[in-house]
Nanobody, 121 residues
Framework: QVQLVESGGGLVQAGGSLRLSCVAS????????MAWFRQAPGKEREFVGR????????SYVDSVKGRFTISRDNAKNTGYLQMNNLKPDDTAIYYC??????????????WGQGTQVTVSS
């Protein structure tokens, strides 16, 4: 029922910036946190960051802290990942996901298909 679609990926030089968007359709995602993950070729999927439904709390993996910013606009059912000072190691397919805390763990029920981010030296 819920569909998530990412956009905004592309090719950028090291030090550049990109903003990814994640639009939800089908129904609203009230009370769901919005998270971002990424996966590089030959690597495991990695958690990037998360924002609560209210936007009152965010969490980031150490490697992107200070460079990436997660935000959301609930009226538009859209989440964002602003990526600054990009590095070649940031190259990956980026996925958005929506989830809730269950039994002290995050459970992500809905996933997008991903958008490619490539950072050149």
């Amino acid at each position: 029922q819920v569909q998530l679609v990412e956009s905004g990926g592309g090719l950028v030089q090291a030090g550049g910036s990109l903003r990814l968007s994640c639009v939800a359709s089908g129904r609203t995602l009230s009370y769901y946190a919005m998270a971002w993950f990424r996966q590089a070729p030959g690597k495991e999927r990695e958690f990037v960051g998360r924002i609560t439904w209210t936007g009152g709390s965010t969490s980031y993996v150490d490697s992107v802290k200070g460079r990436f910013t997660i935000s959301r606009d609930n009226a538009k059912n859209t989440g964002y990942l602003q990526m600054n000072n990009l590095k070649p190691d940031d190259t990956a397919i980026y996925y958005c996901a929506a989830g809730r805390p269950v039994s002290s763990r995050w459970e992500y029920e809905y996933w997008g298909q991903g958008t490619q981010v490539t950072v050149s030296s």
